[in-house]
T-cell receptor, first 113, second 113 residues
Framework: DQQVKQNSPSLSVQEGRISILNCDYTNSMFDYFLWYKKYPAEGPTFLISISSIKDKNEDGRFTVFLNKSAKHLSLHIVPSQPGDSAVYFCAASAWDRDDKIIFGKGTRLHILP | NAGVTQTPKFQVLKTGQSMTLQCAQDMNHEYMSWYRQDPGMGLRLIHYSVGAGITDQGEVPNGYNVSRSTTEDFPLRLLSAAPSQTSVYFC????????????FGPGTRLTVT
């Protein structure tokens, strides 16, 4: 059973517009939620996180929103830039329990010129 | 400061052969993990370690062994390679206090024929 779900395998967005990547989770014990970005032939890099006690965290052009009641989080990128074209992984951790990080399958974001 | 290094970058094995994927980090991180990435499957946790001498299983541990004799090194051993282990393998490390913020190596692409 998939604990972290990214239901959109790919997403295309015009440069300058907002990119919204979505993620759902099933395990109510998760207390940290993460986004990682991955370029081809490279390892993933940490992008942004949010604790379960918050509903929003912002870092420059990147904002993550958490809706605990819906078990849903989203990553907003504004404005989208060509360098944002990558695969984005949503991940979650029950940090106080076992420190395992469970990843979703990823969403490939294409920024169109 | 090299971060997380992985060797080799590429490897081809025959079914039944054994080998060790090497991972080293120079950031004095307590936590280290091994993931595999397969098309359409995202990143799946194989084994992880919260410190020297301590290891635990992830989501897909079968067919793999790990040990952690030093803080710096976390090798992954394939005991008897199978075609199902054809994948890209990533090693990651993180500090204890923000264990969810992982630093990934560049990956090892393994093909088992």
């Amino acid at each position: 059973d998939q604990q972290v779900k990214q239901n959109s395998p790919s997403l295309s967005v015009q440069e300058g517009r907002i990119s919204i990547l979505n993620c759902d989770y099933t395990n109510s014990m998760f207390d940290y939620f993460l986004w990682y970005k991955k370029y081809p032939a490279e390892g993933p890099t940490f992008l942004i996180s949010i604790s379960s006690i918050k509903d929003k965290n912002e870092d420059g052009r990147f904002t993550v929103f958490l809706n605990k009641s819906a078990k849903h989080l989203s990553l907003h990128i504004v404005p989208s830039q060509p360098g944002d074209s990558a695969v984005y992984f949503c991940a979650a951790s029950a940090w106080d329990r076992d420190d395992k990080i469970i990843f979703g399958k990823g969403t490939r974001l294409h920024i169109l010129p | 400061n090299a971060g997380v290094t992985q060797t080799p970058k590429f490897q081809v094995l025959k079914t039944g052969q054994s080998m060790t994927l090497q991972c080293a980090q120079d950031m004095n991180h307590e936590y280290m993990s091994w993931y595999r990435q397969d098309p359409g499957m995202g990143l799946r946790l194989i084994h992880y370690s919260v410190g020297a001498g301590i290891t635990d299983q992830g989501e897909v541990p079968n067919g793999y062994n790990v040990s952690r004799s030093t803080t710096e090194d976390f090798p992954l051993r394939l005991l008897s390679a199978a075609p199902s282990q054809t994948s890209v393998y990533f090693c990651a490390s993180s500090p204890r206090d923000i264990s969810y913020e992982q630093y990934f190596g560049p990956g090892t692409r393994l093909t088992v024929t």
